[in-house]
C-alpha cells in the first residue's frame, strides 16, 4: 500500500483545512489508518487514527473536539477535518497505516509499516 497525503496549506487561526491521505497499491480494508504530526524541532505526536473495521475513533487530547477523521471506502480516502486551528497546530502531517493494531499501540509511531510523505499545515495571521 502507498499513501499519499495531501490537503495542507494556510490557515488563520480559527479557520478551518481539510487532509486527505489517498491509498493505491491495495485499499484500506482492515487497516488502521492514523495521522501524526511533527513541527520543527519537536518529536512526531499522535493526532487521530480510524479503524476501517468498525469506523472506531480516536484523537490525540489537544486535537479532540476540534479534528474529525473520517474515511471514504470507495476512495480509499482517509480525512482529517481540521477546525477551530490554532498556531501550535502548525506542523508537517503525516498518514500512516497498518493492521492488526491493537487499540493501545494506535498512537505509537512504531505500529505503523506505511506512511505517507507528509503534507505541511501553518496556521498564522
Known amino acids: 500500500v502507498q499513501l499519499q497525503a495531501s490537503g495542507g496549506g494556510l490557515a488563520v487561526p480559527g479557520g478551518s483545512l481539510r487532509a486527505s491521505c489517498a491509498a493505491s497499491?491495495?485499499?484500506?480494508?482492515?487497516?488502521?489508518v492514523a495521522w501524526f504530526r511533527q513541527a520543527p524541532g519537536r518529536e512526531r505526536e499522535f493526532v487521530a487514527a480510524i479503524k476501517l473495521n468498525g469506523d472506531a475513533t480516536y484523537y490525540a487530547d489537544s486535537v479532540k473536539g476540534r479534528f474529525t477523521i473520517s474515511r471514504d471506502n470507495a476512495k480509499s480516502t482517509v480525512y482529517l477535518q481540521m477546525n477551530s486551528l490554532r498556531p501550535e497546530d502548525t506542523a508537517v502531517y503525516y498518514c500512516?497505516?497498518?493492521?492488526?493494531?491493537?487499540?493501545?499501540?494506535?498512537?505509537?509511531?512504531?505500529?505503523?509499516?506505511?506512511w505517507g510523505q507528509g503534507t505541511q499545515v501553518t496556521v498564522s495571521s
Open positions: 497499491g491495495g485499499t484500506f480494508r482492515g487497516y488502521t
Open positions: 500512516a497505516a497498518d493492521r492488526h493494531i491493537i487499540q493501545s499501540s494506535i498512537p505509537i509511531i512504531g505500529s505503523y509499516d506505511y
